[in-house]
């Protein structure tokens, strides 16, 4: 009997001391969206699109920035994918990637990578 209360009263006791905890958390749909942004754009060139049905939105840039020696290097990688995001942003469904340019000490990075390229929606096939 006296094992079962004492069981009861920390049980209560380990319950209740979780009442007043909140957790904070970025787990959001809108964060999902705009993580998987950059997956919903295909990264194409002009002659892959020759019998297709397509069309221009806008040019687009993305920038990898090493902004402190102690940040993660800028890398042609992360300002592609800035690249993309900045396609899906215009609804684009298709990316052509122009160019990417390396520049040191630019006042405001140490060290960018910056992706040039034409955002573009390609009709999809019926």
Known sequence: MIK???LSIT??????????????????????????????VTVTTYSDLQDKVYQV???????SCQ???DDFPANEA??????????ADKGANA?????CVTARETG?????VT?????????EED
């Open 4 to 6: 079962s209360l004492i």
């Open 11 to 40: 049980t209560a006791c380990a319950l209740s001391a979780c009442s007043g905890v909140s957790v904070d958390t970025n787990l959001n749909p809108g964060n999902f969206t705009e993580y998987f942004k950059p997956s919903a």
């Open 57 to 63: 939105i806008s040019p687009v840039h993305g920038l």
């Open 67 to 69: 902004q402190d020696a």
């Open 78 to 87: 992360d300002a592609r994918t800035a690249l993309k995001r900045a396609a």
């Open 95 to 99: 990316l052509i990637i122009n160019k």
């Open 108 to 112: 405001a990075c140490l060290l960018s």
């Open 115 to 123: 992706c040039y390229g034409d955002a573009v929606y390609v009709r």
